[in-house]
């Protein structure tokens, strides 16, 4: 009876060895695949730089205009110029306003008066979403959330514009 | 829970004697390593078969990176080299398991010939092993265009020029490995990934699952 | 397990309501010296796998995986080389029986003779002994191949120089590249004379190093084309002096825009 018992021990013994030896061949054939997989998720996301929109403050007015700009854009081994977008004008207390055109709802392209039907908003297309001047969304349409802001600059009478940032985090 | 979830599937599904039959069975004492230290030689098989597991996992997180396309094949393997992290190591582990495995099978079909452990009734798994050792330097040549570096281009022009001498069908061997009568590019890189990710593996897969089950049921050849 | 009448099954299935218990035999049940696969003889392998994986991952970071500089179909002084394993065919195919009018013998006809015996092993060596004695053919056979096979790997791989190999085709990032200015006045000189060895990008070869990034003055420069330098045997260039000028303006603009 004793015997028997101990033969099971060492079964289980070996078992967890096995196991052992087993996670550590896994581990080390895994651990630099999953952390390339990985790698990614822990880049730290490159603060852009600012950039010069081609456009001068004197010229920025409280009537929303559209502003198109190229960013030098890096997807790995692939670098390209991506185009920008941004709705700029000057709010009832003399602040450069930078909005992103992207609609909160789903992503469509945002205008101003960009419907006949709703003066002085910015309206989606898509599902006919609206946003006031100050880019709260209006209460009862699609969007959730006010239009994103870019990170916005002055330097020797230019406008620099960043990176797009929702409301939450700016 | 474990236990439960195991008893609701093996009453549907009877999976016990399945893997107690792998689990269970004797290994014989003369390919122990423990009773007789020239037992080693039984291991190139399994270390084979190891490294072609890393090969796969490897291979699987390569082409997270990877791009088969002339323009884009070597900037995206010189990015994952150089700026993702462990992709190094990574490809370092692809690049020479390449080597390893071709290695590890010439040592594994060396100990079965020299036993003379293909003689009957195990004639079958020997010529799948054969094929099996096809299908691995098919791998390796298709992978070596898949850089696209110059040591990749030239290699792959030779290995083309070989097929193309063969009589009668030569030109269109060629052509159906090239994509292309004349050019080694773009649609000679999509088809050498084709044939190197999806078609070989399958085989390979194929032929290996042959190789086990036929050892399992032959069981391994005795003692010279 | 019961065959047959009386046997039940799950529901319309194959599958016996008869479960079989999942228990492993017991030690005593392996007859001799024999053992369990699991866990005994497996954790061996495992073991083994191990020690083996660690001496691969040593192997994959004491050496980094090669990478040569983005496949150039243009470059007419590369030495296409197969991987290792392919190299004793590669060799084959230098001998006068195996190229030119016999090339059928070195792609097809050897390899064929050889892949097929091994393929076919089981039915051409099909005497009842497996000891390496009793079937002295098969065995002297697969010797003599193994014999050919490193022979030809080695004396193939003996030929290459590796070293200046890996040093002639660094992995050049395509963006990174030297532009060469094709419509200076030098080019045609460089084209006519040097070109062969130094590569179209001045990148070097198998044959002559690349000439970006070089320490020379001018009249150097000049002198090496005409005298030569360590293996370079002299008068690989043969033009008038002017011509000379206009080669080693050629070479000295490539290395300001490198610089």
Known sequence: MSEKKQQVTRRQFLNYTLTGVGGFMAAGMLIPMLRMAVDPVLQESGAGDMVNVGLSVDDITDEPQRVDWNVEQVDGWHESEVNQTAWVFTDENGDIQAFSPICTH????????????????????????????????????????????????????????????????? | MLQKIYDWIDDRVDITPIWRDIADHEVPE?????????????????????????????????????????????????????????????????????????????????????????????????????????????????????????????????????????????????????????????????????IHVFFLPAALFALLAVHFILIRRQGISGPL | MKKGKGMKFVGDSRISVERKPNKSKDYSEYPG???????????????????????????????????????????????????????????????????????????????????????????LDNGPGRRPPQRPIAVGMMLLAMVSVIWLTYTSAAAVDWESRAEANKPVHPDEQVEIDTSHEGYAVYENSCLSCHGGNLEGGAAGP???????????????????IGTMPPDQFSGTDEELDQLVDFILTVNEEAN
Not at chain 2, 147 to 174: S, Y
Not at chain 3, 210 to 228: F, R
Request: hydrophobic share 50%.
């Open chain 2, 30 to 194: 003369h390919v122990n390593p423990a009773h007789h230290f020239s037992a080693f030689v039984y291991c190139f098989g399994g270390l084979t078969f190891f490294v072609v597991v890393i090969q796969i996992l490897s291979g699987m997180f390569l082409t997270m990176y990877y791009v088969p396309d002339i323009e884009n094949a070597w900037r995206s393997v010189h990015y994952l080299q150089t700026e993702v992290a462990h992709g190094q190591i990574v490809r370092g582990m692809h690049h020479w398991g390449a080597s390893v495995v071709v290695v590890m099978l010439l040592l594994h079909t060396l100990r079965v010939f020299f036993q003379g452990a293909y003689k009957k009734p195990r004639e079958l798994n020997w010529m799948v092993g054969v094929l099996l050792f096809f299908v691995i330097l098919g791998l390796g040549f298709t992978g070596y265009l898949l850089p696209w570096d110059n040591k990749a281009f030239f290699a792959t022009q030779v290995g083309l020029e070989i097929a193309q001498q063969v009589p009668f069908i030569g030109e269109e061997l060629k052509t159906l490995l090239a994509g292309d009568p004349n050019i080694v590019g773009a649609q000679t890189l999509t088809r050498f990934f084709a």
């Open chain 3, 210 to 228: 690349a000439l970006t990034g070089i320490e020379y003055g001018a009249d150097e420069i000049a002198d090496i084309a005409v005298n030569g």
């Open chain 1, 106 to 170: 789903l992503g469509c392209f945002v205008s101003w008066e960009g419907s006949d039907d709703h003066p002085n908003e910015f309206f989606c297309p898509c599902h006919d979403g609206r946003y006031y001047k100050d880019g709260t969304n209006v209460p009862g349409t699609p969007p959730l959330a006010p239009l994103d802001v870019y990170e916005h600059e002055v330097r020797d009478g230019m406008l620099f514009l960043g990176q797009a940032k929702s409301r939450g985090e700016a």
């Open chain 3, 33 to 123: 010296r024999t053992e369990a696969f699991w866990p005994n003889f497996l954790l061996k392998e495992w073991l083994v796998g191990a020690v083996f994986l660690v001496g691969f991952l040593c192997l994959t970071l004491a050496h980094p995986s090669p990478l040569e500089g983005v496949a150039d179909p243009t470059d007419a002084a590369y030495i296409p080389l197969p991987d290792w394993y392919f190299l004793f065919l590669y060799e084959l195919l230098k001998y006068e029986f195996a190229s030119g009018d016999w090339v059928i013998m070195g792609i097809l006809v050897l390899p064929g003779i050889a892949f097929g015996a091994m393929f076919l092993a089981p039915f």
